[in-house]
């Protein structure tokens, strides 16, 4: 059985170490995958640019997505991963500082599986990565197609 990959798609390098941290503080022992923009988070799971090969490599588990990203912001990469056949069915969390009702609701219109807002004190965001972790890799069946 292959381990499960998370794609963390996240610019604040603040925000990278704390969620690394609170992986390693939760046991969470997958492997994951940083990318700080949008732009490089779609070539990575399009196979393209940068990640272009001869072999095609399986998508992530799960998507951590910040909304608030250079190149293409979070909003559009969710778009286009709704709008190719690979990733389509590809759960993507939106893990974002915004707590602006817009983006919200555009989040879950463009088909995000799960909005959350990133808690501000370390602890409550250890237990919220924990509580994320615990679910997308262990408790979520992911389509077979994936």
Do not use: C
């Not at 503080?25 to 393209?48: C, H, P, R, T, Y």
């Not at 909003?75 to 983006?103: F, G, M, N």
């Not at 990565?129 to 997308?136: D, E, P, S, T």
């Amino acid at each position: 059985m292959r381990s499960k990959l998370i794609l963390l798609v996240e610019d604040n390098p603040d925000d990278v170490a704390l969620t690394q941290r609170a992986f390693r503080q939760s046991n969470l022992a997958n492997e994951l995958k940083v990318i700080v923009d949008g732009a490089e988070a779609l070539d990575f799971l399009f196979a393209s640019g940068n990640y272009a090969g001869p072999a095609v490599p399986p998508l992530p588990e799960v998507v951590l997505l910040d909304l608030n990203l250079p190149k293409v912001d979070g909003l559009e990469v969710l778009r286009q991963i709704r709008a190719h056949s690979r990733t389509h069915l590809l759960p993507v969390v939106i893990l974002t500082s915004s707590r602006e009702e817009h983006d919200m609701l555009t989040g879950y219109s463009l088909g995000a599986n799960s909005y959350i807002q990133k808690p501000v004190d370390f602890k409550q965001f250890v237990d919220a990565v924990r509580q994320l972790g615990m679910y997308w890799l262990l408790l979520n069946e992911s389509p077979p197609t994936l």
